[in-house]
């Protein structure tokens, strides 16, 4: 899995419906970025999400605490493929790091209990002709393996096209990390290449592989380009 880190926080139990998700969404306002808030407002009523077991929500600082409990209970799943931040100032610096225009994160939760099964990252976001960001994503122990991680990663991928207008997203993912490449496969994304060293992850350079997917290849897409776009 790519280098992500995450945060999580207070959600409450039994959402049954989509506007429930919206005021949980405005709800965490306070907290998180305001912009990334209203994008994922518009894109839950736009989206017929009912059947999907999970929702999205932004990362907050209120999340701190069941995050770090979370990261440490995952410290044995995650090893050796990335690193999550583990005390408070981590935390804080990571969630100070999203600024919706480069980046965003965002929690993945249970919709009828609002656990936090896992966290995507929408990294190095880059607008002009590239329209292109890197995506990082991670479950938590205590839900790995009931495919949480892969609906909300789905959510994210039409989030992404849908509201952000990104054209292509690529997840970088080391060769021994069968579980990840297996999923992005399953999601659509195409094997691009190797790159040697390309990210510094548990205190050395590791090769990671480069898959990636572009709004052409998911099946309501494409979508209008991002008004930055040229035209030419």
């Given at each position: 899995m790519p280098g992500l880190v995450t945060e999580i926080g207070t959600f409450p139990a039994n959402v049954p419906n989509g506007a429930n998700v919206l005021s949980v969404i405005q709800g965490d306002r306070a907290g998180g970025s305001p912009e990334t808030?209203?994008?994922?407002?518009?894109?839950?009523?736009?989206?017929?999400?009912?059947?999907?077991?999970?929702?999205?929500?932004?990362?907050?600082?209120?999340?701190?605490?069941?995050?770090?409990?979370?990261?440490?209970?995952?410290?044995?799943?995650?090893?050796p493929w990335m690193s999550l931040p583990a005390t408070p100032e981590e935390f804080r610096s990571y969630v100070d790091r999203f600024d919706h225009v480069t980046g965003q994160g965002l929690l993945i939760c249970v919709r009828e209990t609002g656990a936090m099964a896992g966290v995507v990252n929408i990294n190095s976001i880059i607008r002009g002709r590239l329209q292109s960001a890197s995506v990082g994503y991670a479950a938590f122990a205590p839900f790995a393996g009931r495919g949480y991680l892969s609906e909300g990663l789905s959510l994210v991928l039409r989030y992404a096209f849908q509201r952000l207008r990104l054209h292509r997203l690529e997840a970088q993912i080391q060769p021994g990390n069968h579980a990840s490449i297996t999923l992005v496969r399953?999601?659509?994304?195409?094997?691009?290449?190797?790159?040697?060293?390309?990210?510094?992850?548990?205190?050395?350079?590791?090769?990671?592989?480069?898959?990636?997917?572009?709004?052409?290849?998911?099946?309501?897409g494409p979508w209008p380009p991002h008004p930055t776009l040229p035209l030419h």
């Open positions: 808030a209203a994008e994922l407002e518009a894109f839950f009523a736009d989206e017929r999400t009912e059947r999907s077991r999970v929702v999205l929500r932004p990362i907050t600082y209120r999340d701190r605490d069941e995050f770090l409990g979370l990261v440490r209970a995952s410290v044995d799943l995650h090893h399953r999601l659509g994304f195409r094997y691009e290449g190797c790159s040697p060293e390309l990210l510094f992850i548990n205190g050395a350079w590791r090769d990671h592989e480069r898959w990636a997917i572009t709004t052409s290849m998911v099946g309501d």
